[in-house]
């Protein structure tokens, strides 16, 4: 699912995309110039790897997400920026790159929790 910034105004756009056992549903709304914001709640559950012990394991996840989009590149002061490629705001590859970055997050197994 996607949709071409222009096509993005002050009326909320809902949005609601599933890819291996996440969800991510929300909108996004127009701001102004080349500004949007886009609220959502990921939830589901994805494999994660133990940076102890290694070991795959399933972690639940239910993260509500507050994104600056910018439609080009952005040169402020915002954390949370979704920097958009040719101008098309793409909620599946919005929902990859949140996955990539829990997954890359450091994550303890239960065994390890309890070792600690
Ligand atoms: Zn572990």
Known sequence: MHIPFRRVTSIPHDFDETQDG????????FM???EARLIANLKGDTNVQCY???????????????FLVYDGV?????LDVIE???SIVDFSQILQ?????IKS???LCENCKDND
């Open 84 to 86: 958009l490629e040719d």
């Open 32 to 34: 102004q110039r080349a």
């Open 74 to 78: 952005y040169k402020g002061e915002e």
């Open 22 to 29: 996440l969800n991510l549903k929300g909108n996004v709304v």
């Open 52 to 66: 102890r012990c290694g070991d795959e394991f399933s972690l639940n996840i239910n993260e509500n997400l507050d």
């Open 105 to 107: 997050d450091y994550h």
């Open 97 to 101: 790159s949140e996955v990539e970055s």
